[in-house]
């Protein structure tokens, strides 16, 4: 049998404790990478996963943070930078100060933590960066505007962070998940007067009928970071239930 395709391979993956970044961080470890994940709450973490606390949102944190996890795993390889949180409502309900909050997070924590790991990944052979974006980036959905600005600056950033490392060998690429089944909109749902219908509408606006998996967008960034992907840079690839491609006809 041949050995997996990231043995020997290190990954820093952020949000790595919850959802979309945990699945990420097992699959990559079962893979054969060495994984560290950084997050605000990373207690409890399976084995073989190292947790590092830190909060993308401070510079410090994040440079501490991730000289902590090239000595723990003896390099970075591959960066997923997948921290991120939500903000609802048009573009009149959101305050200034919500809208810097989310975008340091969303944004300036992908740009600390990737200048943080860029002396790491310059020393690999095998250097990978994988954002995770958003369908938001790509359509125009209801009363979110502010986070699709930042997911539309993450699909920006990630180009044109392409195009300045692909002489370093450095491949840049983002997913952009549709509605996935995570922690994140289980909390979403418990907030709507009627859970049960939300979650039925949220399935009816995905052409397949139901949510994407937090597995299933671990395997489309695995891809991504995996040399087997190594002519591949500069692309958002689409994890959404076909919600971006299909113009489907409603079914009677
Ligand atoms: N769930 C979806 O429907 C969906 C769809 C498209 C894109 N996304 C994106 O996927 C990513 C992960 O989302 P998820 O659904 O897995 O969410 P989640 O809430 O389950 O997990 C997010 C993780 O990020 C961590 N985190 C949040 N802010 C942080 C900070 N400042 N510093 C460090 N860690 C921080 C949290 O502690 C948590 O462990 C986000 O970037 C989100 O925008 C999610």
């Not at 970044?21 to 994940?37: D, E, F, I, P």
């Not at 960066?129 to 980036?137: G, L, R």
Request: proline share 5%; aromatic share 2%.
């Amino acid at each position: 049998m041949s050995a997996p395709d990231l043995a020997g391979l290190t990954a820093l993956v952020t949000g790595g404790a919850s959802g979309i970044g945990l699945a990420t961080a097992r699959l990559l470890a079962a893979r054969g990478a060495r994984v560290a994940c950084l997050d605000l709450e990373p207690d409890g973490l399976p084995d073989p996963l190292t947790g590092i606390r830190a909060d993308v949102a401070d510079d410090a944190g994040v440079r501490e943070a991730v000289a902590e996890a090239a000595r723990v795993l003896g390099g970075i390889d591959i960066l997923v930078n997948n921290a991120g949180i939500g903000a609802q409502g048009t573009i009149e309900d959101n305050a200034d100060d919500e809208w810097h909050r989310v975008f340091d997070v969303n944004v300036l924590g992908m740009v600390r933590v990737t200048r943080a790991a860029l002396p790491h990944l310059r020393r690999s052979d095998s250097a990978a960066i994988v954002n995770t974006c958003s369908i938001a980036a790509t359509a125009g959905l209801p009363d979110r505007v502010l986070y699709s600005a930042t997911k539309g600056a993450v699909l920006a950033l990630t180009r044109a962070t392409a195009a300045d490392l692909v002489h370093c060998g450095i491949r840049v690429n983002c997913v952009n998940p549709g509605t996935a089944d995570t922690p994140w909109i289980g909390r979403l749902l418990d907030r709507a007067a009627d859970p049960a219908a939300e979650r039925a509408a949220l399935n009816a606006r995905q052409p397949m009928g139901r949510l994407v998996s937090a597995d299933e967008v671990a395997t489309a960034i695995a891809y991504l970071a995996s040399p087997l992907s190594g002519s591949t840079t500069g692309i958002d690839l689409p994890v959404d239930g076909g919600m971006q491609g299909l113009r489907i006809r409603p079914r009677t």
